[in-house]
């Protein structure tokens, strides 16, 4: 199993970020998984939105309980005055940046996830398609 650099960038800009003392933000694009509120309040500080889109402040001020794991970034953070849960698959994460200097990281997402399990059947396919020998092991 091969594992992604993306994570281990996007810690890395995340500790740049508050060593610099600069905001980081990150973006993620709005796919199956993404668990951001439902009514998506706008609040300039800590959430903005477009249609299949969103960024997210990850200050150590605007989050609680942050967890960048390799899978998924969650954190728990204040909209309106309500505690929300956010949960961000990381193949949803499309960069992550300094909100001073838009100096970071960006990625291109694959919003067409369940498109990649047919090609990756069909590559399965072609290899137990591939013909056996006609040689035979003679003892």
Known sequence: M????????????????IDSNLTPYV???IIDGVKVPKNRPFDNSCFTANSNEIILNLSLKSTEKLIFDNNFISFSTRFNGNNQ???LPMESIAGIYSKENGEGLFF?????????KPINKKIKEKEKKIKKSHLSIVK
Do not use: H, M
């Not at 994570?7 to 890395?12: D, N, Q, S, V």
């Open 2 to 17: 091969t594992v992604t650099t993306k994570p281990y960038l996007i810690r890395g800009i995340y500790d740049w970020c």
């Open 27 to 29: 973006i993620a694009k």
């Open 85 to 87: 849960d956010i949960f």
């Open 108 to 116: 291109e997402v694959d919003q067409n996830i369940e498109e990649r």
